[in-house]
């Protein structure tokens, strides 16, 4: 579409962002696609919503349901992602996103799991759950299979558990933590359980949290031990490797703070310096800009690792971003006295872990450890049951590779369908999928060259630093033979044409690529009314 660096269009970046929404604006009035509408586009997670809010531990049928639910949250992702588009291009991305994890996670936790029996999570026991009923069985009244939780104590109460009456939810929780399994009332707390379920992905708080997270403060470990019927395993689990917790919420809120304009300002930075580039735009095929310094243009090995680098360093950024608005809101803004324990700081670990993680772990510990766990547990889960039904231990080098096979597979499905739904010329298969495949295959790479060398003996007689150098140039070096398969892809999608901030820092001061720059980046509103033929065609389209 855009291949030589001689066509005289688009001579900027605004050109490109006017074609996409132009685009867009055409194949909705000729009816090649739909607009994505609210609230019928959150139709595929209500489904999942209403049924976990039924209680079917005593319904073998209504279990049996779940493959139902699946099929419709498959069915409605497919339909998404084929039928409808959205304006804003980063939103494009995230509609393919969301789709294929909506199915990702109903399977981790209805199909690969039981939520309603295998899992718990921490919550005050005033108001909350106190002697109220949770099932009707024996293996439910023990609040955990036995598969999943540790030595059982005899139930019991604390002291100051105050009975439920009525209605509870969050904002009436007190006293000290146990850990709370599926409750049956009241509902409204039944209802606020089943939407933390469905919206805590890394697991701070539940039961199956991810062992990328540190685990909870100790004096709250012993209320949990004290007042619960059972404890999951390795709850208390530590290693190097996890992220930080902030012990207090004036902590958290003023880490998440820093992180939020550092990132901002980064963000602000990079869009500034990669707008001089038409690869940014997606031009992936255009040689760096003439006016660029020698050593980039006069090197195309400089020059892709400049834009891999810049890339890399600005999804990073992006995603910090992003993800450190959540502890702002709930922890900050909104507070316990609202959401009970879903506003305390042992909720909010970091996104990230320290790089430490790669240099001593390689390919496996950047992906395991030092990247944002969002999707580690719903990636993980579907290779878990694989593992099981073909009785491979997990521990041994084939079972390591099926796990890896699939997560990998699974997360570059999740990128795929981003791609897919971007509003530019994309190649979700041999770019995002691709990408995300090979990393399997490095850290497979990893794992056979490390159990060679335990076997030698070789790798204790090399020292520790030299490890890491060894361990950090065969990471980056994997990344520049890898990683133009997911940039080139998100770049040809638009990913870049995004305005991340309203206000510019440097292009104010008057540092950007476009007499169109200026301090304002963001123009009109981002959602707007939309009216179709029918009553089910019509709503928020953003």
């Not at 944002?372 to 084939?398: E, I, M, N």
Request: hydrophobic fraction near 45%; charged fraction near 15%.
């Amino acid at each position: 579409m855009f291949s030589t660096p001689l066509d005289p269009w688009p001579r900027s970046h605004y050109d490109l962002v006017e074609h996409y929404y132009a685009q867009y604006e055409r194949q909705i009035a000729s009816g090649e696609y739909q607009p994505f509408l609210y609230p019928w586009g959150a139709l595929g997670a209500l489904v999942t919503l209403v049924y976990l809010l039924v209680p079917h531990q005593s319904r073998p049928w209504l279990r049996n349901c779940k493959y139902l639910v699946l099929a419709w949250n498959i069915g409605f992702a497919v339909y998404t992602m084929l039928y409808t588009r959205v304006k804003i291009i980063s939103v494009g991305y995230g509609i393919g996103v969301v789709s294929v994890w909506n199915v990702v996670w109903v399977s981790a936790i209805l199909i690969c799991n039981d939520a309603q029996t295998d899992f718990m999570r921490i919550e005050r026991t005033e108001g909350a759950f106190g002697t109220a009923s949770t099932s009707t069985s024996s293996k439910e009244e023990d609040g955990m299979d036995s598969k999943r939780a540790g030595p059982r104590k005899k139930r019991h109460e604390p002291k100051d558990t105050i009975m439920p009456t009525g209605t509870a939810g969050p904002a009436r929780h007190q006293g000290q933590y146990a850990w709370q399994p599926y409750p049956l009332s009241p509902f409204v707390e039944r209802l606020d359980w089943v939407l933390d379920l469905l919206n805590n992905f890394r697991g701070a708080g539940w039961s199956w949290r991810t062992s990328a997270l540190p685990p909870p403060p100790k004096w709250l470990q012993e209320q949990l031990g004290r007042n619960s019927a059972a404890v999951p395993k390795h709850h208390d689990r530590i290693h190097a490797s996890q992220a930080r917790s902030h012990p207090t919420r004036t902590e958290l809120v003023a880490a998440n703070a820093k992180t939020l304009l550092t990132s901002c300002l980064a963000l602000d930075a990079l869009k500034t310096v990669m707008m001089w580039d038409p690869y940014f735009w997606g031009l992936v095929d255009h040689p760096p800009p003439s006016h660029f310094p020698a050593f980039i243009t006069q090197s195309a090995r400089i020059t892709h690792v400049y834009r891999i680098t810049l890339s890399m360093v600005g999804i990073k950024f992006a995603l910090q971003a992003l993800f450190s608005v959540a502890p702002l809101v709930l922890a900050g803004l909104i507070g316990p006295d609202k959401l009970g324990a879903r506003a305390e700081p042992f909720m909010y670990p970091d996104t990230w872990g320290p790089f430490v993680a790669v240099l001593d772990g390689g390919l496996a510990g950047w992906w395991g450890n030092w990247w944002h766990q969002t999707f580690r547990f719903g990636v993980d889960q579907p290779s878990r049951r694989l593992l099981a039904v073909f009785a491979l231990d997990r521990k041994t080098l084939a079972g390591k590779v099926v796990q890896l096979g699939v997560a990998f597979g699974i997360s570059g499905l999740l990128h795929a369908g981003g791609s897919y739904t971007f509003a530019g010329e994309t190649n979700p298969i041999g770019g995002s999928l691709a990408f995300f495949l090979w990393q399997a295959v490095g850290i497979s790479a990893e794992l056979a060259l490390t159990q060679a060398a335990r076997s030698t003996e070789l790798g204790d007689r090399i020292p520790k630093s030299l490890k890491r150098v060894f361990t950090f140039v065969y990471v980056h070096m994997w990344f520049y033979f890898t990683a133009h398969l997911l940039i080139d892809d998100v770049a040809r999608g638009g990913l870049w044409l995004v305005e991340p901030v309203p206000v510019s820092l440097f292009r104010g001061m008057g540092l950007g690529a476009d007499k169109r720059d200026g301090w304002w980046c963001w123009d009109g509103p981002t959602w707007r009314w939309h009216s179709g033929d029918r009553w089910w065609n019509s709503g928020i389209a953003v």
